[in-house]
T-cell receptor, first 113, second 111 residues
Framework: NAGVTQTPKFQVLKTGQSMTLQCAQD?????MYWYRQDPGMGLRLIYY???????DKGEVPNGYNVSRLNKREFSLRLESAAPSQTSVYFC????????????FGSGTQLSVL | GESVGLHLPTLSVQEGDNSIINCAYS??????FIWYKQESGKGPQFIID?????DKRQGQRVTVLLNKTVKHLSLQIAATQPGDSAVYFC??????????FGQGTELSVKP
């Protein structure tokens, strides 16, 4: 039982490049989330998927797209990376029924030059 | 607007002492609260949670206290150990079911 797995752990991009962050969970959770974490800003919600087949914008969705590929996987795509997207990205999941604690992955540290 | 904030951004304690990390929240409709621990280079890890119909909940060496009158949440760590050094986040669940996170408090344990 690995929990929430994110890849890659580190990535450096040039401005304008694109990339996809991958996330998978093996806890049979319905809901999945993408957050970004910046110094002094706490965790901010980018997008979430309450259940398979649905996605919704969070607090800071601009510049990102998501895909809920199946119940296990939820990916985050940067189509044209900008230096403002330099951050640490966390994927999380939780049981929709209880709607309580989130389980987080180990994060992706992204630098956009 | 709603916010979850921490009174102290940094806290330094001696090994073996008790630690208290505080959190203020502004949304009186929030019905669920949670504490996370985040070690350097890792994702947030669940510590303990509490529903709004409770005032206190205890775990292993940790206790969460909820004071709804003043909208205050605290995390108490007994006999603090070097392994407790981390950033601690509180979060509240709003009416829409989303978790709103505070900025975090860094706990440093001196041997």
């Amino acid at each position: 039982n690995a929990g929430v797995t994110q890849t890659p752990k580190f990535q450096v991009l040039k401005t304008g490049q694109s990339m996809t962050l991958q996330c998978a969970q093996d806890m049979n959770h319905n809901s999945m989330y993408w957050y970004r974490q910046d110094p002094g800003m706490g965790l901010r919600l980018i997008y979430y998927s309450a259940s398979e087949g649905t996605t919704d914008k969070g607090e800071v969705p601009n510049g990102y797209n998501v895909s809920r590929l199946n119940k296990r996987e939820f990916s985050l795509r940067l189509e044209s990376a900008a230096p403002s997207q330099t951050s640490v990205y966390f994927c999380a999941s939780r049981d929709y029924a209880t709607n309580e604690k989130l389980f987080f992955g180990s994060g992706t540290q992204l630098s956009v030059l | 607007g709603e916010s979850v904030g921490l009174h102290l951004p940094t806290l330094s304690v001696q090994e073996g002492d008790n630690s208290i990390i505080n959190c203020a929240y502004s949304n009186s409709a929030s019905d669920y609260f949670i504490w996370y621990k985040q070690e350097s280079g890792k994702g947030p890890q669940f510590i303990i949670d509490i529903r709004s119909n409770m005032d206190k909940r205890q775990g292993q060496r940790v206790t969460v206290l909820l004071n709804k009158t003043v909208k205050h949440l605290s995390l108490q760590i007994a006999a603090t150990q070097p392994g407790d050094s981390a950033v601690y986040f509180c979060a509240e669940r709003n009416e829409g079911g989303k978790l709103i996170f505070g900025q975090g408090t860094e706990l440093s344990v001196k041997p």
